[in-house]
């Protein structure tokens, strides 16, 4: 075998630490800038919509390295790993600048696009928050390649230690900005570039460090080749469009929400951030599946690949039930934390059990399986299968629930559901055919 339990152990754990501080450092970032009054509230909160939507984008590229530098090493190639990791970096490099100065010339249109004529004061710090924070994703692409190549090594404690530090850096910094040297929204948005700056560079010296099986090297950075980019593309391209309509369908389900009144919107966003909880693991076997896999695929090990699939689908089924349950019964506990009034809170109590029941039975099909499936190649797929379920089932299914037939946010979180079991119904299809054995990248 090519894992061993202690390997999947050792790969899987720092990664569950990643997504812990991610959500901690989210959770206090928004009480930080809460201090600095609604507009910056307001106008952060926007922007880190948009801020999703082209991170979300950023990472397809880095999910296309993996797959390929996996298949690669599974290939027992590990010079082709090494030059494939360098053209990840290249391009990924490439990719985030051209985001940035995009963004940056673009700004206010963007925004003015997204979220119309809001408010002067909210605009002004969404502004302030948006060229900030463009400045950090050059940093940010190149901390995604060298994380990359870090994860399909298995060396996750190095991304989590990396990550410990750079939001360390972020909480520290939020804390000076906002309460010492009261910068409002700059006072949060400088930390974030600074702290991914550090992560950039401390990533980097330590992907050119020689004694590891694949190491960066400035010949591989610097060469330019084609073939070995479509190989990148032919990931990254599917899986970005996929991940973009995701996202943008994230924000178009917020603005249906928007229309539900104060105490619906208050409610989704309370489950919302304590939902998260509960898939923390799941989302790092997300992380983790795609190595592993690719890792099998290239090696010529299919069954093996079912296998890895099996047995990590089977963590994020234990970790829903545990940790569901656990939010489940926490609820009298979590739930006066947010100091909102009584009737939002029971409405946000229905949709948490909600999510979590869903969860349990669909979420690792619909995000498990399909990361499997792209770590073997098979991206077109998964990506007509994804734009396809957002569009007709959780943005169609919202509209038909929440707007024409009354139900509300209840009607919405009901079309997240049905979203989950389409994408679960195709993607098992699409697994028990075998057709994914075909599409090695390599």
């Not at 201090?35 to 307001?42: D, H, I, K, M, Q």
């Not at 100065?101 to 302030?128: C, H, K, N």
């Not at 309509?245 to 105490?263: E, N």
């Not at 209840?410 to 054995?437: N, Q």
Request: charge should be positive.
């Amino acid at each position: 075998m090519l894992y061993q339990k202690q390997d999947l152990r050792r790969m899987l754990a720092p990664l569950v630490v990643e997504q812990v501080l991610a959500m901690l450092v989210g959770m206090v970032d928004t009480m930080m800038v809460s201090s600095a009054g609604e507009a910056a509230v307001s106008g952060v909160a926007l922007v880190d919509m948009v801020n999703y939507l082209i991170i979300t984008v950023m990472a397809a590229l880095t999910t296309g390295g993996a797959v390929v530098i996996s298949q690669y090493l599974g290939r027992e190639q590990p010079e082709r790993a090494a030059f494939s990791a360098g053209q990840l970096a290249m391009v990924s490099a490439l990719l985030s600048t051209g985001i940035m100065a995009l963004g940056l010339v673009l700004r206010q249109g963007i925004l003015r696009l997204f979220f119309g004529a809001v408010e002067p004061p909210v605009m002004e710090a969404a502004l302030t928050y948006f060229v900030i924070t463009a400045c950090s994703f050059p940093f940010l692409g190149i901390y995604n390649a060298g994380a990359a190549l870090y994860r399909v090594l298995g060396r996750t404690s190095v991304t989590m230690y990396i990550s410990l530090g750079m939001n360390l850096i972020n909480l520290l910094g939020d804390y000076i900005g906002v309460h010492v040297l009261q910068a409002g929204v700059a006072g949060v948005a400088v930390p974030t570039l600074l702290s991914r700056a550090f992560a950039a560079v401390v990533m980097t010296v330590l992907a050119f460090r020689p004694g590891k099986a694949v190491r960066l090297r400035w010949s591989h950075i610097f060469a330019w080749d084609a073939g070995e980019i479509r190989r990148l593309l032919h990931i990254a391209v599917p899986g970005g469009v996929e991940n973009g309509l995701f996202a943008l369908g994230k924000v178009l389900m917020v603005s249906i929400v928007s229309h539900f009144g104060t105490v619906q919107i208050a409610a989704n966003g309370v489950a919302g951030s304590i939902d998260q909880i509960a898939v923390m693991v799941v989302n790092a076997v997300n992380l983790a599946i795609v190595p592993v896999v690719g890792r099998c695929v290239g090696a010529g090990e299919e069954e093996q690949a079912q296998a890895y699939t099996k047995k990590l689908m089977g963590i994020s089924y234990w970790s829903l039930a545990v940790l569901g349950l656990g939010v489940c019964l926490l609820l009298p506990v979590l739930l006066p934390f947010y100091q909102l009034e009584p009737e939002t809170l029971r409405l946000a109590a229905v949709l948490i059990v909600l999510h979590n029941l869903m969860a349990l039975a669909l979420h690792p099909t619909s995000f498990n399986l399909p990361n499997s499936l792209r770590a073997a190649g098979d991206v077109r797929y998964t990506m007509w299968v994804g734009v396809g379920s957002m569009v007709v089932f959780r943005l169609g299914s919202a509209l038909l629930l929440g707007v024409a037939l009354g139900l509300g946010i209840l009607g919405v979180w009901i079309a997240m559901g049905l979203d989950w079991l389409a994408r679960s119904v195709a993607f098992g299809i699409r697994y028990k055919s075998g057709k994914w054995k075909e599409m090695c990248v390599i």
